[in-house]
């Protein structure tokens, strides 16, 4: 008798536990429902309140929004095919310049090497060497890859990097007086600026002279 009236308690929670979580989804699907129809009550409310002109041009000013943003989704995909057509092997292009590096490190190891020096050897290798890179040259020429002129040239932060000053009172303060390694064009964009030495007013040696006393003058 005991285990029955147990049993039966028991089954009378779980009835009243299910009952209740039953009545919970009830009433959160109300909820659900009373702010769904309240939001739709809005909308028509105010779509009740525009006329049938102000209707018609409220969906002709969301018309011309989509197709001006359809027709500019369409010019930046033209533009990046565009682009990556002209300057899908800009990468590669720059890879590429290792070949020239590579030949002129190669000539001044040879024109360094003493062993070498006047010598029927060295200049049949960099008579060679200057041929092999003249060849290169030619083949970046067909394929849009060209070199920067410097020498001589004013400075140009956009093509040219400075590595150093030199003194030379025989040109225009920034002029370009050496070129320490050769920049490349790939079209109209820059591939590597041209690393150069450009040119300073050389130092009067009266103001040399007269720092150096005022120098030893000051540690006295």
């Known amino acids: 008798m005991e285990k029955d009236l147990e049993q039966n308690q028991e089954e009378n929670l779980n009835t009243q536990s299910q009952n209740q979580d039953t009545t919970a989804v009830k009433d959160s699907e109300k909820n659900i429902d009373r702010a769904d129809k309240e939001s739709n009550t809005e909308k028509n409310g105010e779509n009740e309140k525009l006329s049938p002109d102000e209707k018609i041009k409220e969906l002709e ?3 011309v929004r989509s197709f001006a943003e359809m027709e500019n989704q369409r010019r930046r995909f033209e533009k ?4 990556a057509f002209d300057y899908g092997g800009f990468s590669f292009a720059r ?9 002129e490190r190669s000539k001044q190891v040879l024109e360094n090497d003493e062993t070498l020096k006047n010598t029927e050897a060295l200049k049949k290798s960099l008579e060679h060497l200057e041929i092999i890179s ?5 083949i970046f020429a067909k394929n ?4 920067i002129d410097s020498l001589n040239k004013k400075l140009d ?17 920034g002029t370009i007086v050496q070129e320490i390694q050769k920049g490349f064009m ?3 964009r820059l591939l590597r600026p041209s690393l150069v030495g450009v040119s300073k007013k050389a130092k009067d040696k009266n103001d040399a ?12």
Do not use: G, R, Y
């Not at 890879?95 to 030949?103: A, G, H, K, S």
């Open 157 to 173: 932060p956009n093509l040219h990097q400075a590595m150093m000053e030199i003194e030379d009172d025989q040109k225009d303060v």
């Open 95 to 103: 890879e590429t310049l290792n070949l020239i590096d590579n030949l």
């Open 144 to 147: 849009n890859i060209t070199p």
């Open 134 to 138: 003249k060849d290169i040259i030619s």
């Open 209 to 220: 002279k007269n720092q150096e006393n005022n120098e030893n003058n000051e540690n006295k």
């Open 80 to 83: 990046e095919k565009e682009d």
């Open 61 to 63: 000013d969301k018309l």
């Open 186 to 188: 790939f079209k109209d």
